[in-house]
């Protein structure tokens, strides 16, 4: 049985894994991930009680109750790579015995779900809507550094992607994975909601297809992303986790969504004038189907 060494699977006082600062007993089945710290307590304010909180740098976590279900909330901040941190420590933490630092024979699978914000791609999906992820498009490359079983990618939705789009060689392979079914059900039924593919970008400028004093390698990018269609499936938005969630959390056997309200549209060039409000919205109605 392999044993990690304490330079791989790096503890904390209290058997805490390094960066997000929680331990097996911290961390709640359900674990609601946000990208913005400050975002954590704009939904713990909505439990009955908090059970603990801990802080380590951008990751800060909550656990307590809503509707007598047992929630954790935990910020990741911005990008694959903290995602990257952030699942891989949330799996060591409640599957990796940190006394032996041997993987337990028996494991927990967590249901994690990523509430964010995001641009539209597609010119009907109004700002103030909100979209769950089916698939996660991943431009970012991530998921090239693990090796992991084929059965968890849509090869057949990147190689259309890769056929449409022209897309050069020297960026990396456009990796697919498919969120939980499971999760995506419970959110069905909510009004002004959107299902589609969500394209997950390295960055916030030149990856999503904004110039400033840069120019894009890919100057029409989102006029492609906007007009690929895979069987009816159509990518709806851009954002910057979703494809490192769903690759991981898939790979490590855990279920994974994510559901953004739309702050911006990119086709139409509108931006929310009520965004605070609308993240209010995603939260409520969040709390509630997931409780």
Excluded at 65 to 87: C, F, H, P
Excluded at 147 to 166: A, V
Excluded at 198 to 203: C, F, Q, V, W
């Amino acid at each position: 049985m392999k044993t990690f060494e304490e330079s791989e699977l790096i503890l904390a006082q209290q058997n805490r894994l390094y960066h997000i600062n929680l331990n097996n007993d911290e961390i709640a089945d359900t674990v609601i991930v946000v990208g913005d710290q400050n975002r954590v307590a704009s939904i713990s304010k909505y439990f009955s009680k908090i059970e603990s909180k801990s802080e380590h740098r951008e990751f800060v976590a909550h656990t307590g109750y809503y509707n007598n279900k047992r929630l954790t909330v935990l910020s990741t901040g911005i990008g694959t790579d903290n995602i990257d941190i952030v699942l891989t420590e949330l799996d060591a933490a409640v599957n990796i015995d940190p006394v032996s630092r041997t993987i337990k024979e028996k494991k927990r699978q967590l249901n994690i779900i990523r509430l964010g914000t995001s641009g539209a791609l597609q010119p009907n999906i109004q700002v103030n809507d909100i979209v769950v992820s089916t698939h996660g498009l991943g431009l970012d490359g991530l998921l090239n550094f693990y090796h992991i079983e084929e059965k968890i990618y849509h090869h057949d939705i990147s190689k259309l992607f890769i056929q449409h789009t022209n897309w050069p060689s020297t960026l990396p392979y456009p990796y697919c994975v498919s969120g939980s079914d499971i999760l995506i059900e419970k959110f069905k039924e909510v009004k002004n909601i959107h299902f589609g593919i969500t394209a997950t970008a390295p960055g916030f400028y030149g990856p999503q297809g904004r110039q400033l004093r840069l120019m894009s390698a890919i100057p029409d990018l989102n006029e492609k992303l906007t007009s690929f269609d895979f069987s009816g499936l159509k990518i709806t938005n851009f954002e910057m986790e979703t494809s490192a969630l769903y690759g991981l959390g898939k790979a490590l056997g855990h279920q994974c969504v994510t559901v953004c309200v739309i702050i911006a549209n990119r086709i139409i060039k509108q931006f929310t004038k009520n965004y605070q409000e609308s993240v209010e919205k995603l939260i409520l109605t969040s709390l509630e189907k997931l409780t």
